[in-house]
């Protein structure tokens, strides 16, 4: 289930990195921001429910909020994006402590060194938002660190899954 959201991830990341480059508008930008957040949102539910995962339903709805919050910021043309940058300013501690958990693991969350480097990512990434919201980081900087993420954070990690099995390291 996760796998799948994260190849799923990547319709919206490049499309709003791109749209930081100049290329797109934001109305359809938001429009599928919307909708992958409504699907990460709905697959950390399930990720819940039924496969019994809490742990990782948190960074799904953490993200999935995030998406949202940036849709409607992108479709309502929102022009003080404070309010996007505190939402991602939450997320990127909550992807921090994720990271923190996967590198040492607990008894009850394995180590991983793959998934803590992934996290470590998405809150580098999410850092980068809260300080463009205030206009401390660049657009531009942000477009590409959301490109090179969608490889290292999100396809790697769902394909070396979904082909092989395990995680690459």
């Known amino acids: 289930m996760t796998t799948a959201i994260l190849v799923a991830i990547a319709v919206m990341w490049i499309p709003v990195a791109l749209l930081f480059l100049g290329y797109g508008?934001?109305?359809?930008?938001?429009?599928?921001?919307?909708?992958?957040?409504i699907v990460t949102v709905l697959s950390a539910i399930l990720q819940t429910a039924v496969f019994k995962d809490a742990f990782t339903a948190g960074l799904l709805f953490a993200h999935g909020i995030l998406y949202l919050t940036v849709s409607y910021a992108l479709l309502t043309g929102l022009e003080d994006l404070r309010s996007v940058g505190n939402v991602s300013l939450t997320v990127a501690l909550i992807s921090?402590?994720?990271?923190?958990?996967?590198?040492?693991g607990t008894p009850l969350i394995a180590k991983s060194n793959y998934l803590a480097l992934a996290s470590a990512g998405y809150a580098i990434l999410t850092y980068e938002v809260w300080l463009n919201a205030y206009g401390k980081f660049s657009a531009k900087g942000l477009a590409y660190s959301l490109i090179g993420w969608v490889f290292v954070g999100l396809w790697i990690p769902a394909f070396w899954l979904m082909t092989k099995g395990a995680l690459p390291f």
């Open 25 to 37: 508008e934001s109305k359809g930008t938001g429009a599928v921001t919307g909708l992958v957040g």
């Open 96 to 104: 921090t402590i994720y990271a923190v958990i996967f590198f040492v």
